[in-house]
C-alpha cells in the first residue's frame, strides 16, 4: 500500500492513523531535522514521500520488511532518517545505502534519485513483550548534488501509527483423524479479546463459520484452545482464526490447512432396525454425508436407525466419528 504526502512549499506533516489508534504531532520547524546539515534556501516540495508494507498491527518478535522513498522531480539525490518508538530497526536485505545510528535508520551515502524516487530498504522487528503501539517516523529531504546547503528541499515528513494485536499467538496447529478435524492455539497475551471465530474453506475465498469459542478477556499468561469438528467431505480445507475485541475490531490470522483421505475412515455396517449402543453414556450424533444432522441424543448410550433409509451415514461418538453402511 501506498500513501502519498500532499505537495506544498512548506514543512509538511501529515497524520495517517490506522485502526483506533490516535496519534498527534505538532509539525512545525523543529521536526526538520534534515536541516541541521541542509541549512540553505528550502526550495518548493517537488514529490511525495511515503513507506510502502508498513505494519498495520504487529506480533511479537516478528519482523517486517518496509521499502522507504522520496519522490522529487526535480533533485538529483536524497537522504532519509527513520525512528521507531519500540522495537529495534535493522538494514534490509541487499540494502547497502542506509545504516543504523543510535537507533534510528538513516542513509550512508546521497541515494540518486532515479526516474523521480530513490529509496532504501529498512525492517522493523517487533519487540518480544509489551502492550505499547508502534510509531514510525519518517523524514526525508532531496537535493540538488552540488555539495553545499543551498538549493536543497529539507521539507517531508510523515509519521505512521501501528497498533500491537490485541491476541499475541505461540503456536496454532491443525490435525485431523477418522474425519475429525482438530485445531488447536495457544496464545501468550490477550488485550480485550472476546471471542474466537473459526472459519474454513475449501478454495481460500469464500470462508464458513463453522464455529465459536470464547476468549479469555484479558490475560498475560498462556491460554491453551481447543476446537473439533467433523467434516463428511474429503480433500484440503484450509481453517483461519478471527479474533474479536470487545468493540467488535477483528484480526484474522494466517490460514491452515488439512487433508482429509477418505480411505483412513472407518466403515461399519449396520441393519436396518437395530440400533447403536455405547459402554458409557456419551453424545452420539447421526448425519447424513452432506453433513445433514439426522438424530442426537446428549448423555446417552443407545441411538435407533429405524427411520433410516439403506446407505452410507456419518456417526460422531464423543467428538469421534466414522462412516456406517445402513443395509436391508
Not at 555539495?147 to 517531508?156: C, H, K, L, R, S
Not at 474466537?196 to 484452545?225: A, C, K, M, P
Not at 455405547?278 to 450424533?285: K, S
Request: charged residues 20%.
Amino acid at each position: 500500500m501506498q500513501i502519498n504526502v500532499v505537495r506544498g512549499s512548506f514543512l509538511l506533516l501529515l497524520l495517517i492513523v490506522f485502526s483506533t489508534f490516535n496519534l498527534s504531532n505538532s509539525g512545525g520547524a523543529a521536526d526538520r531535522i534534515c536541516a541541521s546539515c541542509h541549512t540553505g534556501n528550502i526550495d518548493d516540495i517537488n514529490g511525495d514521500i511515503y513507506i510502502t508494507n508498513p505494519p498495520l498491527d504487529y506480533n511479537f518478535d516478528e519482523r517486517y520488511p518496509m521499502t522507504l522513498c522520496v519522490e522529487d522531480s526535480e533533485k538529483a539525490a536524497a537522504g532519509f532518517r527513520l525512528e521507531a518508538s519500540i522495537g529495534t530497526l535493522e538494514v534490509g536485505e541487499g540494502e547497502t545505502r542506509a545504516q543504523i545510528i543510535a537507533d534510528e535508520a538513516t542513509h550512508n551515502q546521497r541515494n540518486p534519485i532515479v526516474d523521480n524516487v530513490a529509496c532504501w530498504k529498512i525492517d522493523w522487528i517487533a519487540p518480544s513483550t509489551g502492550t505499547e503501539n508502534l510509531l514510525l517516523t519518517f523524514r526525508a529531504n532531496a537535493v540538488n548534488n552540488n555539495f553545499a546547503a543551498t538549493g536543497d528541499n529539507g521539507g517531508y515528513f510523515i509519521t505512521y501509527g501501528s497498533i500491537i494485536l490485541p491476541v499475541q499467538y505461540s503456536d496454532m496447529n491443525i490435525d485431523e483423524y477418522n474425519g475429525t478435524v482438530e485445531l488447536n492455539w495457544i496464545t501468550e497475551q490477550e488485550i480485550n479479546n472476546d471471542r474466537f471465530i473459526i472459519e474454513r474453506s475449501t478454495d481460500l475465498e469464500t470462508w464458513t463459520t463453522t464455529g465459536e469459542v470464547n476468549g479469555s478477556g484479558n490475560s498475560s499468561e498462556q491460554v491453551h484452545y481447543n476446537f473439533k469438528e467433523y467434516l463428511p467431505i474429503t480433500g484440503t480445507i484450509f481453517y483461519r482464526i478471527t479474533q474479536v475485541d470487545y468493540d467488535g475490531t477483528i484480526h484474522i490470522s494466517d490460514h491452515l490447512s488439512v487433508t482429509i483421505d477418505d480411505n483412513n475412515r472407518t466403515q461399519n455396517l449396520f441393519l436396518l432396525g437395530e440400533s447403536i449402543t455405547i459402554d458409557t453414556p456419551g453424545n452420539i450424533y447421526l448425519y447424513s454425508l452432506s453433513g445433514a444432522r439426522l438424530d442426537h441424543c446428549t448423555a446417552c448410550t443407545t441411538i435407533q436407525l429405524d427411520d433410516l433409509k439403506p446407505g452410507l451415514y456419518i456417526l460422531t461418538v464423543n467428538e469421534q466419528s466414522r462412516k456406517i453402511w445402513v443395509t436391508e
